[in-house]
Nanobody, 125 residues
Framework: QVQLVESGGGLVQPGGSLRLSCAAS????????MGWYRQAPGKQRELVAN???????NYGDSVKGRFTISRDNAKNTVYLQMNSLKPEDTAVYYC???????????????????WGQGTRVTVSM
């Protein structure tokens, strides 16, 4: 199946920047959408941003103008550039891949939506 491995989280001061990366591995032929969600303590998981294989992007209202999502289809990797970080951005960030088409031994088949294990982002003085 598909494995998603995130990296790039950490501690940053308000106003600072971080870049998250998420690489998908497995017998992947294509992934329609890749994205980032986050979950803060005591809150529901929410969409941060996602991007289709064609480059169409969608952002949560709270991050518009500050975060930028991009992807490298050849590497099955998605990135999240986070600028002007605020304390309220503190959360565990999860990578998601959806619309996955696998290829193995001459056959194509779809795979369930996949999630990474999460990377923690803390914005604090």
């Amino acid at each position: 199946q598909v494995q998603l491995v995130e990296s790039g989280g950490g501690l940053v001061q308000p106003g600072g920047s971080l870049r998250l990366s998420c690489a998908a591995s497995g017998s992947i032929f294509s992934i329609y959408a890749m994205g980032w969600y986050r979950q803060a303590p005591g809150k529901q998981r929410e969409l941060v941003a996602n991007i289709t294989s064609g480059g169409r992007t969608n952002y949560g209202d709270s991050v518009k103008g500050r975060f930028t999502i991009s992807r490298d289809n050849a590497k099955n990797t998605v990135y999240l550039q986070m600028n002007s970080l605020k304390p309220e951005d503190t959360a565990v960030y999860y990578c998601n891949a959806d619309g996955i088409l696998m290829y193995d031994s001459g056959s194509y088949y779809s795979s369930d939506s996949s999630w990474g294990q999460g990377t923690r982002v803390t914005v604090s003085m």
